[in-house]
């Protein structure tokens, strides 16, 4: 049965519009409209409107940059328009679709194949196909289904350069449960007529099934919670080895759970180069899969605990110095710790290696377990790690770009001979992160353990860095001559690159989406939440090509729901919250659809006003499905807010002209006297409240505390307090726009951990939320 019958234009069509361009004197008009045809097929957005409502229209040069970084040959008129007919004439071309995210409220699943063949052809057609599931299981009790051409329900026919194609939808005989499936389709026919004249023709497609909302704990669907957030690598502690580790944060979850709270929030754990001044940020990872091993607590881990050699190396003089040394530096000195760290640990490995991998003991397999599960993932990271390692020593550079090109291939011949001259030091970097794995679990038995409601909220960058073991191992899929960023705004007048090469949606989507698949799943794991940093991204996201400014950048369309859903599929599977940052000129068709997929919001009490009025939003004007806070690592400490510190900070950089400067110090004296209003308006604070003459009081430990209790009683489901607030901390751990111009990401907590948990403000402060954990 047909249902369509379509003829596409074909490349005879478009002939004579490369004759009319080549022709005319309206060559240019014509290129352009071609340009114009491509990109809207490439999802490149035509304008936006940036956070000052202006509107910006996306350039024809700007277009042409963004598809060259995409990898499409525009360099005349003819190559546009075979780019053109190749994406029209995708999935038919390909038989089938690349992947098929569906909901598992939408079944049976019905899998739509591409097939040429004459009409008088069909009734010798004989399809059948399978399913398996993530274990590699047939799923069909006969293995099999066949259908044969007389059978099959024929959805549209279409004539490609005048070739005859059927699509016609192959369905499923039983509801699946939620998950990842390999579909397997073989097509055959009495004669040889498929491509390559072949009587066969194969087909393969990842099928997803996924549920229709993220995962929130049954316990916490009528209650609201709060937690703790801190910067893990600037926890100061008295054991430590100059950075916070896994053990201070098995402290704070133990400290956070005895005053009812639900939740530690910290910053992204993904590995970075640990190395000043562009290697330390915690949002530049070279990958997101794989941690930093700054994190291991290294006298916690087996080979070093139980090795005498190893102890007392670790407490000689000269090795206790240095660590003593790294402990009491004002700042986190990320090159140090990691070097210190790293000498242990290749020690560990030796003992580890020949006690326990070379003697196959239960420990040994335990690991050659985990480096299994993990798979090529784990294989290439490490196997990056070695490279970059030899690349700096041998030749001083970092970056894959600058290898010499027979390295730049994963799969590439000088890289598997160089695997196999190094495999024993793969295999260390693979044990650093079994090691990392293991301890990461403990801390999750230990949030189960306290009872906490959520545990460990982890934090997911936006992207990983160009020279980076992601960019290395999955370059396919990346848009290399191009970063991600964001527009011009109120921080950053000029905009912001980011240093991520975008992802290409198209080339995304024909890997099945591996890449973001398991960036959600390596980050999901061990965790009760999850925040996903610029969420807005899953939406859109900003290209800024190598040869244009920031200002001069496009937005491009993402898959959305396919992305979504994925994220919601491993929600449910780890029984992880999503919280959605969706901060800035989101557009209320993006929080809309984000709160459909029940991802919690990200409310700042710094931005919820009553616009254009700046007063503050009443706590009932707050959504409940929602995370709320005070602040972030971007922005100022509530002692920093009240003090003007980010603002006097900037200025001293050069960042703001004194009429600018005048005018955000008059904006931050007017906003503390409404934060008191608000404060005053509800009773949290009395009306005699002590104040200067301008209304305004000194920032301390109750007022602190108020302006929590006022977010306390929004309805918002949880509230993150901020460790840097109940401290008194002055300065924030970033200031964007900046890099070693400013310490970021360095600054250590101004009280050792020791001190914190005795800490009477965080006493108070915690007595005050305490309703919200009943």
Known sequence: MHSKNVQVRNLEYYILIIEKITGGDDDM???????????????IVPEYWDIFGKKHATTIETRKEVLKAMGLNIDSAEAIIREIHKYKSRPWRDFVDPVHVVSVNDQPLSIPVYIPIKEDEESGLVISWYLKNENKTFLNEKKHMVISGSDLRIHETRLLDGERYIKAFLTDTEPRDIGYYTFDAECKHPEKIFPGR???????????????????????????????????????????????????????LRWVACWKGSFVGINPLHAIPNSVPFGV???????????????????????????????????????????????????????KVAAIKEKVLRKAFDIFFESHYAKQTRRGKDFQGFVSEEGLAL???????????????????????????????VDGKAVRKFRKTHAREVLFHQYVQWLIDTQMKALYL???????????????????????????????????????????????????????????????????????IRTI????????????????????????????TPKDGAYVEQPYEDLLRIIALESVRNKTMVIAEDLGTMGDNVRETLKRYRMLSYRLFYFERNYPDPSFLSPDGYPKLALCAVTTHDLPTLYGYWKGRDIEVRRNLGKYHDDVWNLLKHDR?????????????????????PADQGGITEMSSALCSSIYQYLARTPCKLLLVSLDDIIGTLDQQNLPGTVDEHPNWVRKTPLALEEIVQDQRFVDLAEGLKDRSL
Request: hydrophobic content about 35%.
């Open 521 to 548: 799943q390596k980050n999901m794991k061990y965790g009760g939440a999850i925040r996903i940093d610029h969420a807005l991204g899953l939406f859109r996201i900003f290209w800024i090509p190598d040869t244009v």
């Open 446 to 516: 230990e949030a189960q353990g306290l009872q906490m409601d959520i545990g460990l909220y982890y934090d997911l960058a936006v992207g990983s860095v160009g020279g980076g073991s992601d960019a290395w191992s999955y370059k396919e899929v990346m848009a290399h001559e191009a970063n991600v960023g964001a527009p011009p705004d109120d921080f950053s007048p000029d905009g912001q690159e980011w240093g991520f090469p975008p992802l290409i949606p198209e080339k995304l989507r024909e890997s099945g989406y591996e890449l973001f």
């Open 669 to 689: 004296e007017r906003d503390k006297g409404l934060i008191i209003a608000a404060l005053r308006s509800h009773g949290i604070i009395s009306e005699d409240y």
């Open 198 to 252: 072949s009587n066969k023709l194969r087909m393969r497609s990842r099928i997803i099934v996924t549920p229709d909302c993220c995962y929130i704990p049954p316990e916490l669907e009528d209650r609201k919670v709060w937690g703790l957030s801190t910067s893990l690598y600037a926890v100061h502690s008295n054991r430590n080895w100059g950075a916070g580790d896994f053990t201070d944060l098995q402290e704070i």
């Open 379 to 409: 294989e290439s990271f490490a196997l990056f790690m070695v490279l970059r390692e030899y690349m700096n020593r041998t030749r001083g550079v970092f970056s894959w770009q600058e290898w010499p090109e027979a390295y730049h291939s």
């Open 29 to 43: 008009h014509d290129m352009n409209g071609l340009i114009l045809e491509l990109s809207a097929l490439c999802g």
């Open 281 to 335: 940020s915690p949002y530049a990872p070279i990958s997101r899969l794989y941690k930093n091993f700054m994190y291991l607590d290294i006298e916690n881990i087996p080979e070093v605990a139980e090795s005498g050699d190893l102890q007392k190396f670790i407490s000689s003089k000269k090795y206790g110095n240095q660590i003593d040394e790294l402990r009491e530096k004002e700042f986190v000195d990320y090159e």
